[in-house]
């Protein structure tokens, strides 16, 4: 029969390690980013950066809990049934990971339809998922017993509730863009085959570990089963803003057995940023 620390702290450990590497793949990315996309606007450049510096905390403060956990307070049942800062850290950064991350593909929104009131529904509710984790947080080191946790609970359920519904709301208004752009041109309508594909698949992922995260903080608040979900996350977030943006190095579309396209509208945004009055085809 597994012990009851096995129960709430094993699914927190395995996150851990998960998350682990996220983060490697993450440090990769960034890699990738600063060395192919060095012209890129420096505000791009910074963001990233941003990025990686709250991942890099998130992934600290994670190690760090479950360290003191196992190792300075082995054997000793008290540590295992409070949280504290480290832990109380985690939606925090949860949030303001997440909303950055949500941020940015408002933009993206903004870039490709033009339309300011879908930009700003995404915007409104991204802060409020970020607010509501931010208040968990705040929460968790008021609270400190894991048993206690339903007391806060409406706070988190407006935290995941909101960043699923930010999730399912980005991936279908750029999924219903971009399958609208579909030109008949065979260069052209792959490169967009490729965005969708990799909008609803970062999309959908992110979705499914925050609706599974809900139910269990939900269903059993006081296990904490929750918690190795939260751990992995951010993680979701920050690598599928830059798959997006290092996408760009394989994206333009190259000739064709009987097409030649020319995208000029890319700049150095990411593959989303298509503009079809600006795309240029012609035969051979």
Known sequence: MSSPIAITHGPALVGIFLACILYGIMLLQCFGFWTHFSKDRMWLKCYVGLL??????????????????????????????????????????????????????????KVLTGKW????????????????????????????????????????????????????????????????????????????????????????????????????????????LHIGFSFVLPKLYCNSVLSSLNARKSGTPSSTDNTSSHISGVHSLLPGDIRLDRIHSSSL
């Not at 890099?56 to 504290?84: E, G, K, Q, R």
């Not at 800062?85 to 950055?100: E, F, M, R, S």
């Open 52 to 109: 990686l510096l709250v991942d890099t905390l998130s992934t600290i403060f994670a190690m760090w809990w479950i360290y003191n956990l196992l190792v300075n307070n082995f054997a000793n049942l008290n540590a295992f049934a409070n949280a504290d800062w480290l832990l109380a850290a985690d939606p925090a950064l949860v949030g303001i990971t997440g909303t950055c991350c949500q941020l940015f593909f408002a933009w993206r929104i």
């Open 117 to 224: 009131w879908l930009t700003s529904i995404v915007t409104a509710l991204s802060i409020i998922s970020g607010l509501a984790a931010i208040g968990s947080g705040i929460a968790v080191s008021w609270v400190v017993k894991l048993a206690e946790f339903d007391k806060f609970q409406s706070v988190g359920c407006l935290w995941l509730a909101t960043t699923a519904a930010v999730d399912i709301l980005i991936t279908a208004i750029m999924t219903l863009n971009l399958n609208q752009r579909r030109t008949g041109f065979r260069a052209t309508d792959k490169l967009l085959n490729k965005i969708v594909r990799a909008t609803v698949a970062n999309g959908l992922l992110t979705t499914v570990f925050a609706v599974v995260e809900l139910s269990l903080y939900v269903g059993k608040p006081e296990t904490g």
